[in-house]
């Protein structure tokens, strides 16, 4: 099982921001590659250090995390949560130890950074609403998506500026000594390269906008406003750098019958006096199909029937959520001389007179009962 983030950066869910950013530049500094060389527990733990922090110092994504953990990154099918290389890592220096860091740091023994760092190109965002059906089952997309990509004929050279090192370096004293830092170079962006030639109808950056067919897997159980991620599908980088990600937001789409709570689904069932005095069976939907069921005679209205396993899958995979089928006794507003006569004489029969029992719960009993 995939270690939870907190734990990761030895922290509770009430941290603050500024908390958060410790913890993990406390890690980072700890079990940075460089002042560990060939350590590959060190750079595990650095990584999975960087993934927790990317998470949880992002409002949005830390609020998904705490309502649905891991999976509300993980779909399965090319989504992903963390899976960040050390480009991803390197970029977050800047806003975790100052502005004049940028892509790496030194003076902390054998000195950081110094590497190339690789350009990512810019995600792309699209929003697909699902059906109730779709949602409950799974489903696969295709979406047709613009994304920019190197235009054909672009060809790049080395930047004059940092001779291809993506780096600017600069020596500072401190109250701790000397200590070196490195930032991405302002005239390539970090990537150590420069266009040399392009096609007429490529930007500045050397790409072109293109139509593509993206097949995204969307899993069982996903929520209206969750946001999935396809790792590479956003735009293209100039020269080696690395393509950004496809983020695909959820949309629910109202069902005309059911009602959707959390993993459970709400359906409201009308029956006849007759039906509700006699019993009957009935047709209800459900999201695999009209399934029927069971009236039995002398039911009373706001009574639920719960059929198990007939709701919306977890997400974290815990099973499936039930439908709770809440039976409304229809009482006719309009009745003919006959009818009208009929419940006349039945008004003060023993067998018409309200007489609750103590199974007979109560409205408010009935709601605790529901989400207990």
Same mark, same amino acid.
């Given at each position: 099982? +995939? ?36 350590? +590959? ?17 992002? !409002? ?26 050390? =480009? ?6 800047? =806003? ?40 409950? @089952? ?13 235009? %054909? ?6 930047? %004059?500026?940092?001779? /291809? ?16 830092? %490195? ?6 962006? /970090? ?19 293109? =139509? ?25 980088? !100039? ?19 059911? +009602? ?19 019993? @009957? ?15 039995? !005679? ?15 899958? %977890? ?40 007489? !609750? ?16």
């Amino acid at each position: 099982m +995939k270690e939870d983030y907190y734990d990761i950066l030895k922290i509770d869910k009430s941290a603050t921001a500024s908390e958060i950013k410790k913890a993990y530049r406390k890690k980072a500094i700890k079990y940075h590659p460089d002042k560990n060389p060939d350590d +590959k527990v060190a750079e595990e733990k650095f990584k999975k250090a960087a993934e927790a922090y990317e998470v949880l110092s992002n !409002p949005e994504k830390k609020a998904r995390y705490d309502q649905f953990g891991h999976q509300a990154f993980q779909g399965g099918g090319g989504f992903n949560g963390g899976g960040m290389n050390m =480009d991803d890592i390197f970029s977050q220096f800047g =806003d975790i130890f100052g502005g004049g860091f940028g892509g790496g740091f030194s003076g902390f023994g054998g000195g950081f950074g110094g590497q190339q760092r690789r350009v990512k190109g810019s995600n792309l965002r699209i929003r697909i609403t699902l059906t109730l059906e779709e949602i409950a @089952n799974g489903v696969e997309k295709k979406l047709k998506v613009k994304r920019k990509v190197q235009a %054909s004929g672009t060809t790049y050279k080395t930047c %004059s500026s940092c001779n /291809g090192s993506g780096q600017v370096m600069r020596v500072t004293n401190t109250i701790l000594g000397r200590m070196q830092t %490195s930032s991405p170079c302002p005239t390539c962006g /970090g990537a150590g390269e420069m266009i040399d030639k392009k096609p007429a109808d490529a930007d500045a950056q050397g790409l072109v906008l293109q =139509d593509e067919t993206v097949s995204v897997k969307i899993p069982a159980g996903v929520v209206d406003g969750m946001q999935l991620k396809v790792a590479g599908k956003g735009n293209e980088a !100039p020269g080696n750098g690395i393509s950004g990600d496809l983020l695909v937001a959820i949309q629910e789409e109202e069902h005309a019958t059911l +009602k959707r709570e959390g993993d459970n689904l709400h359906y409201d069932l009308y029956v006849s006096l007759p039906d509700a005095v006699l019993g @009957n069976s009935q047709e209800i939907d459900t999201v695999t199909g009209k399934v029927r069921i069971k009236i039995e !005679p002398g039911v009373q209205s706001g009574k639920i029937l719960r059929l198990r396993g007939k709701g919306i899958p %977890s997400i974290n995979g815990y099973g499936k959520g039930d439908l709770l089928v809440h039976i409304n006794v229809w009482t006719p507003k309009t009745l003919n001389k006959e009818q009208k006569d009929f419940f006349e004489r039945m008004r003060n029969d023993e067998h018409f007179m309200p007489k !609750p029992e103590s199974s007979d719960k109560s409205f408010f009993e009935k709601v605790k009962d529901m989400f207990s």
